[in-house]
T-cell receptor, first 111, second 115 residues
Framework: KQEVTQIPAALSVPEGENLVLNCSFTDSAIYNLQWFRQDPGKGLTSLLLIQSSQREQTSGRLNASLDKSSGRSTLYIAASQPGDSATYLCAVRPSLSKLSFGAGTTVTVRA | EAGVAQSPRYKIIEKRQSVAFWCNPISGHATLYWYQQILGQGPKLLIQFQNNGVVDDSQLPKDRFSAERLKGVDSTLKIQPAKLEDSAVYLC?????????????FGQGTRLTVV
């Protein structure tokens, strides 16, 4: 059974600092990995999708890396802003039928 | 492009009552998912449809939960009777054809409180 772990569970940083969010998974046999953002009381917004054959994906200030063999992904957010405050979830697709999610990292960026 | 639509946004019911949630996926998306997200946890898949057929319902508590997607477009999820532990956000998502290398897009969710 695929287990997805996100550490830390919560993170508070001053504005301007770079954010590093970690995701680990137990089974390296995945199709892809997806990072989501969730604002309080809202649904999930897809940030980045990394295919199993890729090492990283970039979108603006966001960069996500994938090391499938070691079961790890890292989401980097450069020059954080208060608007980046949210919960960030990673999810792996171990089969056609599902996404397996971590519990998320709740980020607070202090102005 | 319109996103995944869900209704209602919020629902409060007493235990043992029934409740239904509705989801309309992105146009053209053949695959539809229902997830349950309990506070402080990541979403957990309840059921996945490919068009109007069920692909995976292994984690759906079938004694009280049911879901249908009769015409392969919109879907309803029902709970009858509800228990206190069903309090959660119910998220609907869709993706194109269910291919593994495509993104899943989520709706805003329905927050259910069972009292």
């Amino acid at each position: 059974k695929q287990e997805v772990t996100q550490i830390p569970a919560a993170l508070s940083v001053p504005e301007g600092e770079n954010l590093v969010l970690n995701c680990s998974f137990t089974d390296s046999a995945i199709y892809n990995l997806q990072w989501f953002r969730q604002d309080p009381g809202k649904g999930l917004t897809s940030l980045l999708l990394i295919q199993s054959s890729q090492r990283e994906q970039t979108s603006g200030r966001l960069n996500a890396s994938l090391d499938k063999s070691s079961g790890r992904s890292t989401l980097y957010i450069a020059a954080s802003q208060p608007g980046d405050s949210a919960t960030y979830l990673c999810a792996v697709r171990p089969s056609l039928s599902k996404l397996s999610f971590g519990a998320g990292t709740t980020v607070t960026v202090r102005a | 492009e319109a996103g995944v639509a869900q209704s209602p946004r919020y629902k409060i019911i007493e235990k043992r009552q029934s409740v239904a949630f509705w989801c309309n996926p992105i146009s053209g998306h053949a695959t539809l998912y229902w997830y349950q997200q309990i506070l402080g946890q990541g979403p957990k898949l309840l059921i996945q449809f490919q068009n109007n057929g069920v692909v995976d319902d292994s984690q759906l508590p079938k004694d009280r939960f049911s879901a249908e997607r009769l015409k392969g477009v919109d879907s309803t999820l029902k709970i009858q009777p509800a228990k206190l532990e069903d309090s959660a956000v119910y998220l609907c998502a869709s993706s194109l054809k269910g291919l593994p290398n495509t993104e899943a897009f989520f709706g805003q969710g329905t927050r259910l409180t069972v009292v």
